[in-house]
């Protein structure tokens, strides 16, 4: 059988199965006796060893099957949760991780050897427990899975008893080392149901068709057929170690009311309506849920896109059209288009939007490793896990924040003998927090250590003749800031694995400028540093002001202008070489766009009156000198292509309504 065609969903199955796998580790490390975490990695770990299996993954499978003892063992109290036994376990995850990675680019396993993993596995099972791993609540999860009656159970065996028909309990134990134990469990209900009706299980059918139970199960039937020969069939299936029949007995005598009149028929009614119930509506309920999502392919969210991208620049040029004819159907059809269009891009674009809990995911096992690396006590916060993006961004920004966390434990939280000297908590704390701010999404890294040493940087910034010494002295502390998103700058005092060769914050800043981000720092030296990163939702459409500059169109990104104004040419100064303009009694910088861009024959070269569109990066901001002003327009971003990639100062291009191309202004590289 060709297993190819099943491999992306086994890929992107395994993908889910290590994020939750993973969670429960680090929940599992905090709260070793917690039963729910514990059996939630034995469901995990088994359901990937049953995956990888079917597909022929012999490293995976024995990797898990060996998890699945030692997860046992601790289970049976012969090992301890201990520091040790969770670093191996987080050793398995991250074979796993690699080999899902190899698959989903090779097709074929790892080659890795798991052998030392395995021997560390097997070296767990051989010591001895030293404590009970909450004894009292493993019984109990332990215990035998017993079916308890309620009233409507109980009327129908009352009635079927009347009816000289058989009710049994039947508990079926699978082998330990069974493989697809649910697929076990359907065959099994598949041969009862030949002789019986099942009325009652025990777990739930739908936990039984999720394997979240262990190696056994109860069912509850009636049958008019003899223990025997359905003891018989059941016993042929393979991997089933043993069968145990329970024959229920109800006396019917005094009944009265509570037994159900009627036909057997009506009984085979009421228990379906009665294994619904008591089942949570499983089947119908089961439906429900898997109707609710499906997974698509982002290639194709990515041409649904652009085919409503095609359509909003068709409805610009209706517009156009329109405006000329002046004829009131056609304007009408227009508006009508107008509104199914936006319309439309809200629900595609609502389609692409993914939490950044995806994202944020991965780093509570980043923190971890690093506090045991460096040997600090750090507790990573996160909020806003639920605030969306779109998924081109998503992709992108998990970097960025990896050098950002990495920054904030290594060089911002000091060690834990100087937090104690000056008063603070051993604990060291990073806060990830992401949150939704008008048309943008804001993700903040804050770290509660020593906050950003101005005078190191300027010191550095000195050695590496950047500036002179009185040049560094005159910087601002938000320029001196500035300094260490320049490439190559670090002020680590030796390099490690994990900092100190200054290519760190340059990438964060390139990547998010990229994205048409911004990254700004709020520090408070000895308390603590805050980098903020603001993104826009999407890179698809936006909304934008069309100006003129000479004889070419120009789109400038709404959400990055501040105000639009009109300045008098007497009135700009030049301040070391740059032309400035007093506004809101705030030094304005000058930005002329016919010598930024090069454009030949503008109207504002030789004007008197200069109209300014005024741009905001962060805290900074200048004026755009534009010809006029054409409006604003809902346009659709185009990149230039790879030959084009990398032009300065462009961050893409539209087709307007006219089919005319406009350059899109890319304002962060300017200012």
Do not use: W
Not at 141 to 161: G, L, P, S
Not at 280 to 308: A, F
Not at 402 to 420: A, F, P, Q, V, Y
Not at 469 to 476: I, P, T, V
């Amino acid at each position: 059988m060709d297993l190819n065609q099943y491999l992306e969903i086994f890929i992107e199955e395994s993908l889910e199965h290590l994020q939750e796998l993973n969670k429960s580790l680090l929940n599992l490390e905090e709260n070793p006796s917690d039963i729910k975490t514990f059996n939630e990695i034995f469901r995990v770990a088994h359901t990937l060893k049953g995956m990888a299996g079917t597909m022929g993954f012999t490293g995976m499978t024995n990797l898990t099957h060996q998890m699945e003892n030692v997860l046992d063992a601790i289970r049976n109290g012969k090992v301890t949760v201990d520091s040790d036994m969770i670093d191996t376990l987080f050793e398995c995850l991250d074979y796993l991780s690699n080999s899902i990675n190899t698959i989903s680019g090779t097709g074929q396993e790892s080659s890795s050897s798991t052998d030392t993993i395995i021997a560390s596995l097997n070296g767990m099972l051989t010591r001895k427990a030293e404590i009970e791993v909450n004894d009292t609540v493993i019984r109990e999860d332990a215990k035998e899975n017993k079916i308890k009656f309620n009233q409507y159970d109980d009327n129908i065996i009352k009635k079927a008893i009347q009816q000289n028909l058989n009710v049994y309990k039947i508990t079926v134990k699978l082998a330990k080392d069974c493989m697809l134990k649910s697929a076990r469990a359907f065959i099994v209900f598949q041969t009862v149901e030949r002789y019986a009706e099942i009325f009652k299980s025990e777990p739930k059918v739908e936990d039984i068709e999720d394997e979240k139970f262990e190696n056994e199960f109860t069912i509850a039937i009636i049958t008019k057929e003899p223990e025997a020969i359905i003891k018989k069939d059941l016993e042929s299936i393979s991997e089933i170690l043993e069968v145990i029949f329970e024959k229920v007995e109800v006396s019917v005598e005094d009944s009265g009311a509570d037994i159900i009149q009627g036909t057997i028929e009506e009984k085979e009614a009421f228990a379906s309506t009665v294994e619904e119930k008591e089942n949570g509506g499983d089947t119908q309920g089961k439906k429900t849920r898997m109707g609710k999502t499906v997974r698509v392919d982002i290639d194709r969210l990515d041409n649904l896109m652009n085919l409503v991208s095609e359509l909003i620049i068709i409805k610009t040029r209706l517009e156009g059209v329109g405006n000329d004819s002046r004829n009131q159907d056609m304007t009408e059809a227009v508006e009508n288009l107008e509104r199914i269009t936006t319309s439309l891009h809200d629900a595609v674009m609502k389609v692409r939007m993914v939490p950044v809990e995806r994202v944020f995911n991965r780093f509570p096992r980043m923190v971890r490793d690093l506090s045991k690396n460096l040997s600090k006590d750090i507790i990573l916060h996160m909020s806003g896990e639920e605030t969306e993006l779109d998924r081109t961004v998503i992709d992108e920004i998990g970097d960025p924040l990896i050098h950002l966390i990495r920054n904030c434990i290594d060089h911002g939280i000091e060690e834990k003998e100087e937090r104690i000297k000056n008063n603070k908590p051993v604990n060291g704390t990073v806060n990830l927090r992401a949150y939704q701010d008008g048309n943008s999404v804001v993700i903040e890294v804050e770290d509660d250590g020593a906050g950003i040493d101005v005078e190191k940087i300027r010191r550095k910034a000195v050695e590496r003749g950047m500036f002179s010494s009185s040049e560094a002295n005159d910087l601002d502390e938000g320029s001196v800031i500035e300094l260490l998103f320049k490439p190559g700058f670090s002020t680590a005092d030796k390099v490690t694995d994990i900092s100190g060769r200054g290519v760190g914050l340059d990438v964060v800043k390139t990547k998010i400028e990229s994205l048409n981000g911004l990254v700004e720092v709020e520090n408070s030296k000895g308390k603590g540093s805050r980098f903020i990163i603001r993104l826009p939702l999407t890179l698809a459409i936006i909304q934008a002001l069309l100006v003129n500059i000479g004889e070419e169109k120009y789109a400038i990104p709404l959400n990055v202008i501040r105000d639009i104004t009109v300045i008098e040419a007497s009135t700009i100064r030049n301040v070391h070489g740059q032309d400035v303009v007093l506004n809101r009694d705030n030094v304005l910088p000058i930005v002329r766009l016919t010598k930024t861009l090069d454009v030949q024959n503008a109207l504002s070269d030789n004007s008197n009156e200069l109209t300014a569109v005024v741009v905001k990066k962060g805290e900074k901001n200048a004026a755009f000198i534009v010809d006029s002003l054409m409006g604003q327009q809902e346009i659709v971003i185009k990149t230039l292509g790879k030959f084009l990639s990398g032009i300065k100062n462009i961050a893409g291009a539209t087709i307007l309504g006219d089919g005319q191309v406009a350059l899109i202004i890319d304002s962060n590289s300017i200012i």
